[in-house]
């Protein structure tokens, strides 16, 4: 090592939080995600009962219960994340939570499908400030080397917030109803932003990275610098396609299990519940693991490694829609089901290397931006509008949506493609976005 690198390694030390101020950190943020995931995909599970009492077709009630909480959300992360790049994001992330919580529980109490999707709005409102803060806030409490470890495990909230959102949402919707789930979910929400106001330090903007320049440019200077960042974009285009590909055939599966096997809300729930929070859990502490070793600190090895496995589990997910076996689609839903959280981490990870500090909100909100443009504003009501023109007489039913799914299964492999396209620049891109030298 460089004496220049001796240099850089000892300010970073100097700057570096407690052990314990790091992970506490690190777990109030995996609460925020997991109630942003819980409360966004809970329609997902209880799209059936709430079709059936709106009167919608399926490509209806996808725009109703997607489309407004997606636009917001994805239309705000800009503005919002202009402002987490110049100011507290412990505020922020705690104001927002408060506010989208509040928003889930008002979306159990709209009696009418103009209620229903000004509440949904309100929820994406309000989300589109705990994410990208989240991320902008770890990666000063964690140095560059550990980020990607510590954006995986901050990555454990989608899994868990799933489960939330599947089984334990289904269980209540067939005792109580569609409305006492978003009743239930609201009220941990405003806890726990309570708890980051009063409780969570904003750390100093940039204190572990060997970089002068901590003050924020303008939006068109980060979209230039993230153009640039070749590796940046092609991490961002493969975290999007497969947010389209895996959490745009999520959103659907829930409805999918209740019609092709005849089950119920808690039932497809139970099914699905254990491959988020078991799968899903291991699959992300695996990563985190995995990418923690000192071999794995080559960001090379890393999207390597993301674009092989998520190519096999795009093979599975074909396999879930095609079998008309509800053994055999539990299998492959046992392959396809943690692969959708192996990459969430890595990308996060990988992009707050790729971005200066004075950035990273801005590149997460772009990230998001296009995963959720994927996720919510194109697959849903692609599959749903797939399905009702596929069904006899453009009604849908099982076997239209099967085939509306399959037609979205493939995509996958487009994702996989990004990721080795990556390889070329990623470690002259890390360099040049933290000034501190990759470990090869």
């Known amino acids: 090592m460089t004496a220049n690198a001796d240099a850089i390694q000892a300010d970073v030390a100097r700057h570096m939080p407690s052990m314990a101020a790091r992970w506490y950190v690190l777990i109030m943020m995996v609460a925020v995600y997991t109630l942003s995931i819980a409360d966004r995909y809970v329609t997902s599970t209880v799209l059936e009962p709430i079709r059936a009492e709106l009167q919608l077709t399926n490509l209806g009630v996808s ?7 997606a636009f917001f959300y994805v239309a705000l992360g800009f503005p919002i994340s202009y402002l987490i790049d110049r100011h507290s ?22 009696r009418s499908q103009t209620l229903f999707v000004l509440a949904r709005i309100g929820v994406g409102v309000g989300e589109a400030g705990g994410t990208p803060g989240a991320n902008s806030l770890l990666s000063d409490y964690f140095p560059a080397a550990r980020r990607p470890m510590a954006l995986t495990i901050f990555s454990l909230g989608a899994p868990i917030g799933a489960f939330v959102a599947y089984q334990i949402a289904g269980a209540i919707a067939d005792r109580y109803g569609w409305r006492q ?10 806890l726990a932003g309570l708890a980051v106001w009063l409780t969570v330090r904003e750390p100093r903007r940039g204190q572990l990275d060997h970089k002068d320049d901590i003050v924020a440019p303008p939006f068109l200077a980060t979209m230039r610098f993230l153009w640039e ?7 961002m285009a493969g975290s999007a396609l497969t947010a389209l590909w895996g959490w745009g055939l999520m959103y659907w599966t829930p409805t999918y299990l209740q ?15 254990n491959m988020h929070l078991l799968g899903g859990t291991a699959a992300t502490l695996f990563t985190g693991w995995l990418i923690a070793l000192k071999p794995m600190r080559d960001p090379r090895r890393v999207v390597r490694l993301m674009g092989y496995w998520i190519g096999i589990a795009t093979v599975a997910s074909i396999g879930v829609y095609w079998t008309h076996s509800l053994f055999w689609a539990q299998v492959y839903l046992w392959i396809f089901v943690p692969s959708i959280y192996f990459y969430i981490g890595p990308c996060f990870g990988l992009l707050n290397n790729l971005a200066p500090p004075p950035m990273r909100a801005m590149f997460c909100a772009t990230t998001l931006f296009v995963a959720n ?3 919510l504003v194109i697959a849903p009501p692609l599959i749903g509008g797939l399905s009702d ?10 076997e239209s949506l099967r085939l509306a799914m399959l037609c979205v299964a493939p995509l996958g492999f487009w994702a996989t493609a990004h990721y080795f396209w990556s390889i070329k620049d990623i470690v002259a891109n890390e360099e040049r976005a933290t000034g501190v030298p990759v470990e090869h």
Do not use: C, D, Y
């Open 89 to 110: 994001r412990r505020n922020i992330i705690a104001i927002s939570m408060v506010a989208w919580s509040v928003m889930t529980t008002v979306t159990g109490l709209a």
């Open 229 to 235: 960042q070749r590796a940046a974009v092609h991490v």
């Open 389 to 398: 023109w596929f069904g006899p007489g453009h009604v849908s039913n099982p």
């Open 259 to 273: 019609l092709a096997f005849k089950l119920t809300p808690g039932e497809a729930g139970a099914i699905t519940g």
């Open 373 to 375: 443009v994927g996720n």
């Open 181 to 190: 789930v978003f009743m239930v979910l609201g009220v941990p929400g405003v």
């Open 63 to 69: 725009l109703v219960t997607a489309w407004p909480i």
